[in-house]
């Protein structure tokens, strides 16, 4: 992104022919498609995935009216403000369930000409201690054979603190709010793209996840603070490590003293006093 899309004064409309002309990738968004109004692009991914849709297709919405983050919980798509897409992925990788952690550190690199954010593991991004990125990874099965991976993508680009619920407010935000002036939703779209081709290629060739992994320890909110560890109805205290070469979540019970390893799944990590 140059200087001039990140300080453009008037809002830009998302285009899938500036999204395309911005990027340097070989697969990743050289299938593109751009909805008016859906459901998700994870559902609308899902719904197509076996006929229609090759590795690399991307699907973006200008609008989305029941997107899902991590949990089932509701993501707010203010509708021409926000960037919400769909990735699908066919050559599979061994540890499918890693992309998340990929998808973080490449957004996190090229989102870093705007700002330092920072990572909640797994799949969180932050600006000034505030949600304005998150990541949903699915995956697609034929019987027990693992056929797609749908990796969702969330920004809130351009809203205003109108377009949130009051109840979200302490804890989300959009860059333009943070940053304080509107930005190019197309500069940033692309830049994502090309940023994620580069680190999955390089893992999908070398299978070794250390390069993005290192890049969600740089960046973490977490290591080394005590936070909440919550699995469903129950709600832990403990001290954050480190994130192991496995992309695990590596605590020291605040109880025991015990180090256990956390992989994800229905587990969220909150802090002691607020978000984060």
Partial sequence: MTKKEQNRESTVSLSKEQIIEKLTTTVIGRNLSLFDSVESTNLVA???????????????????????????????????????????????????????????????????????????????????????????????????????????????????????????????????MELGSPLDPNAIAAAFLNSFEVMYQQYLQTKDPSLFLEICREKSLIIGKTVWIVNGKQKK?????????????????DMTGMEEALYGGEISIRGIDGYI
């Fill in 237 to 253: 205290k403990a001290r954050v490590k480190d994130i192991g070469t496995d992309g695990e979540l590596k605590i020291i019970d």
């Fill in 46 to 176: 899902k719904e197509h995935i076996q006929r229609e849709l090759v590795d690399g297709e991307v699907l973006l919405a200008l609008e989305q009216t029941a997107g899902k983050g991590r949990l089932g919980r509701e993501w707010t798509s203010s509708k021409g403000k926000a960037l919400t897409m769909s990735i699908v992925l066919k050559p599979l990788v061994e540890k499918p369930y890693l992309l998340t952690q990929l998808t973080a550190a490449a957004l996190a690199a090229a989102l870093s000409p705007l700002a330092d954010f920072g990572i909640k593991w797994p799949n969180d991004l932050l600006l000034n201690n505030k949600k304005v990125a998150g990541i949903l990874t699915e995956t697609v099965y034929s019987g027990s054979t693992l056929e797609a991976v749908i990796i969702g993508v969330g920004i809130n680009v351009n809203q205003d603190a109108s377009d949130f619920p009051d109840s979200i407010l302490t804890k989300a935000s959009s860059l333009k």
